[in-house]
Nanobody, 121 residues
């Protein structure tokens, strides 16, 4: 499967932004779709994940309560709604697909190209 992330941009502190990830083919029912992010000079870190068919989801502590991950099964899309953004949310955001319900980037086989989110104060 090929993944393509989009929707990044320059926003102000407290703003909202929707990131989108388009899958080239319909993910299989047990697939896990996730968002990771990588800030300059830092490791790629987990943000949120969702199981394609069951809507089971989990979030990192740093975004819990502010970000929401969701899927549109009719369009083969995964979304990350970011609210109340902070300067520390600035990063390149990547969508990924794997088979394990895991927050480890090593468990994901397919990655999108990334979309830049910059939060200005």
């Amino acid at each position: 499967v090929q993944l393509q992330a989009s929707g990044g941009g320059l926003v102000q502190v407290g703003d909202s932004l929707r990131l989108s990830c388009a899958a080239s083919t319909r993910p299989y029912s047990s697939a896990v779709l996730a968002w990771f992010r990588q800030a300059p000079g830092k490791e790629r870190e987990f943000v949120a994940l969702i199981r394609w068919s069951r809507d089971s989801r989990t979030y990192s502590d740093s975004v819990k309560g502010r970000f929401t991950i969701s899927v549109d099964k009719a369009r083969n899309m995964v979304y990350l709604d970011t609210n109340s953004v902070k300067p520390e949310d600035t990063a390149v955001y990547y969508c990924a697909s794997g088979s394990r319900f895991s927050s480890s980037k090593n468990d994901y086989n397919y990655w999108g190209q990334g979309t830049q989110v910059t939060v200005s104060s």
